[in-house]
Every structure is written in structure tokens, then in C-alpha cells.
């Protein structure tokens, strides 16, 4: 769900003008603009989180991220989330950085529905024989207390 | 020859390039002290007459000539290097047999023997492998590892593994046709008391780390959706 944002209107009508957030029921939530955070999903950068600091042209994006060199991406090597933050055009690192701290964007992420599946994904892509091990037997156990309790109830409920 | 020197001597005359050295045959001939050794020798360069060599014997000629001169094989002074242990075995890593009786079984390393296969243990207690003799390529290392301190491998080694060799009777016309006695081979009581000593140390190290017994009792097994190259061991 993404789509560029609308050119608003010329400047000698501002007060009659409907800005991009009061037009009647839209199709799209994430809107590309400065400051969107986007997750990359094709790549080198393949599941870092990146901000968009400008728009080169109708594809592509100048997208930046505190560990990463600023450089170009195209649109289709990106999926926006709900986060925003708040900076100019292509701020300096700092600037970026402290946007980002002052947005929470990590911490929103990482409690984000979305953010947190990642989080269980790698953490089962990266589980040892021994831990897949042990992760069986809990399941095995968690299951037979809840076979008990329901077999419990079934009694409860025949009688 | 004259006698060698115990280190080999730097070159006292450095390169300036390649081919090109510092100093010039005249200066050479006094900084290697040449001109000492003859004056040490009254002005001649020491000579050393060849010693008188024993006779040799007389070679007598050869009994047979082959018909067409024989090529003789060619000299092979190889040594094959001792087999490369993979990063990811150490000393008490937990291994998973990939062939054999003991397929799928995971089992502790112990130590490569010299002809560079790894020597292995269930331990015998856990899952029924005994210490045995595995090659590395039909094993995945995992990134378990077990405490091996205590376990001392060092009266194991190649020949301890090695077959015993039947010495075959002769057999007497009456006795030919008789079926051959197969008594069934006993393991020798010695070999069981080494499992046993091996097995009590490592034992006692594997039921201080919560299922690990378990672990090493159960079998290994791809199961549906499980990706060999993404997985994690």
C-alpha cells in the first residue's frame, strides 16, 4: 500500500485547500514521503529498517539508516510501515540519528506486530539441533497440559 | 668437504636490486677474510686431497636380461598430510552420524586418531554407540558441546581398533565336510571396562546440562518443511 503524495495546491488558495490527510476516504495508509521508515526486503540490505530522506524520481527514493551509507533504492526494494519521523529534506547523520531516537522508531518497531513476527522468525532461523530439541519437548509438554485440562472439562461437561 | 657450519651464514654482501649486490668481487674477497685463510696457510689457498677410496667391488653382470627394455615406474617420495580436522569439531562436540549402523545417532567426539578418523563415543549408556571410529565426511558437526575434562583417550589409537586375525586351520578330509564352527565373538572383557571408565566421566558431565541426555538418546531426523542449507546445527 503505497502511493506518492499528491502535489498540493498552488499557494494562493492554502485556505481552501484539502491536504493530503482531510480528503475523503482514501485507499492507501503509508503514503511515501520524507521521513517514512520502510523495511527493505530485496537485497544487500535485505530486513534493514531505512528512512526515506528524498525522492529521486518516479521509481526510486534517496533512503538513508544510522549504520548504512545514504544511497539510492528503488520503490519495489522497499515496504513502508506506519512509522514516520520527523526530519528536513536529506538531513546530515546526526540530524537522522536523533529524528530517530526522538520518534522511538527502534522500541515502535520492535513492539509493532509486524516488527515483533521478524524478531521470531530469526530467532527460529537461528536455533541449534539441541534447541530444536528442547523446543520439541516443551511443545510435547505445553500440549499434554492442555490435552489434561481440556479432558478436565470434557468430564465436567459429560457428567 | 670441509666441515659444514652449524647455521648457514647471511649473505655479507646485501642486494641492491635483484642481481646487483653492494659490494665488489675484490671487496668480497677481503670481508669473507680469504686473505686470512691463505696467510694462515702460508700463501696458498688450503687444498684438500679427495680421501682414497675403498676398491669398489667387481659387479658382476646380470643373470637375466628382459627381452624388451623394462620401464622402471617412476620415484614417488609422497607423504600424504594428516587428514584436516574441520574448524567446527572440537573436542566434545556433539556429532550426528550421517551413515552406517549408528545412522542419525548424536554422538561425542573425542579425539582424531592419526590416520585421521575421529574417535567417537554414544556414550554406550545413552544410546548404544560404542567408542568407535568415524570419518569426518560422513558426520555434521553441531555447535554442542559437552565438557570432556575429565575423559582421558590417550591408550586409543588405530591399532586398537584394528581386526583380529583368524589364524585358519587345516581342515582333514572328515572335518570338510562337516559345517564350520562359528562361535559367536565375544567383545573381550578389557574393551568393555574402557567403554565403562570412558563412558563414567562424560556421563556425569552430560546429566549436568538439562535434556542433553535425552538429546544424545534420541535419533536425528530431517522432518517435512526442514531445510538441510538452512539450518542451523
Redesign the interface.
Known amino acids: 500500500n503505497s502511493s506518492i503524495l499528491i502535489p498540493s495546491p498552488p499557494l494562493s488558495s492554502i485556505s481552501n485547500t484539502i491536504t493530503h490527510k482531510q480528503t475523503p476516504k482514501m485507499p492507501f495508509k503509508r503514503y511515501v514521503e520524507i521521513g517514512r521508515v520502510a523495511l527493505v526486503n530485496y537485497g544487500k540490505d535485505y530486513g534493514k529498517l531505512v528512512v526515506i530522506v528524498d525522492v529521486v524520481d518516479q521509481n526510486r527514493a534517496l533512503v538513508d539508516a544510522p549504520d548504512m551509507v545514504r544511497g539510492q533504492m528503488n520503490f519495489k526494494r522497499l515496504t513502508l510501515t506506519d512509522i514516520t519521523i520527523d526530519i528536513p529534506r536529506v538531513p546530515k547523520k546526526k540530524t537522522l540519528i536523533e529524528a530517530m531516537e526522538k520518534a522511538d522508531v527502534k522500541n515502535k518497531w520492535e513492539s509493532s506486530s509486524w516488527g515483533r513476527k521478524l524478531i521470531v522468525q530469526k530467532r527460529r532461523?537461528?536455533?541449534?539441533?539441541?534447541d530444536r530439541?528442547?523446543l520439541m519437548?516443551a511443545k510435547i509438554k505445553r500440549s499434554g497440559v492442555i490435552k489434561q485440562e481440556l479432558a478436565k472439562l470434557k468430564k465436567e461437561n459429560a457428567s | 668437504m670441509a666441515a659444514k657450519r652449524k647455521t648457514p651464514v647471511k649473505t655479507r654482501n646485501p642486494d641492491l636490486i635483484r642481481g646487483v649486490g653492494k659490494y665488489s668481487r675484490s671487496k668480497m674477497y677481503h670481508k669473507r677474510g680469504l686473505w686470512a685463510i691463505k696467510a694462515k696457510n702460508g700463501g696458498a689457498f688450503p687444498r684438500h686431497d679427495p680421501k682414497p677410496k675403498a676398491p669398489a667391488a667387481a659387479e658382476k653382470p646380470p643373470k637375466f636380461y628382459p627381452a624388451e627394455d623394462v620401464k622402471k615406474p617412476l620415484l614417488n617420495k609422497r607423504k600424504p598430510k594428516p587428514t584436516k580436522l574441520r574448524a567446527s569439531i572440537t573436542p566434545g562436540t556433539?556429532l550426528?552420524l550421517l551413515a552406517g549402523r549408528f545412522m542419525g545417532k548424536?554422538v561425542v567426539f573425542l579425539k582424531q586418531l592419526t590416520s585421521g578418523l575421529l574417535l567417537v563415543t554414544g556414550p554406550f549408556k545413552i544410546n548404544g554407540v560404542p567408542l568407535r571410529r568415524v570419518n569426518q565426511s560422513y558426520v555434521i558437526a553441531?555447535?554442542?558441546k559437552v565438557d570432556i575434562s575429565g575423559v582421558i583417550v590417550d591408550k586409543f589409537d588405530d591399532k586398537y581398533f584394528a581386526k583380529e586375525v583368524e589364524k585358519r586351520k587345516k581342515k582333514t578330509e572328515g572335518e570338510f565336510f562337516e559345517a564350520e564352527k562359528e562361535d559367536k565373538k565375544k567383545l573381550p572383557e578389557d574393551k568393555k571396562e574402557d567403554q565403562k571408565a570412558v563412558d563414567a566421566s562424560l556421563i556425569k558431565s552430560i546429566e549436568g546440562v538439562p535434556?542433553?541426555k535425552?538429546?544424545l538418546a534420541?535419533r536425528?531426523s530431517l522432518k517435512s518443511g526442514m531445510k538441510p542449507h538452512?539450518?542451523?546445527?
Open positions: 532461523a537461528s536455533l541449534n539441533d539441541f530439541f528442547k519437548l | 556433539v550426528i548424536r553441531t555447535s554442542t535434556d542433553l535425552a538429546y534420541a536425528f538452512e539450518l542451523v546445527f
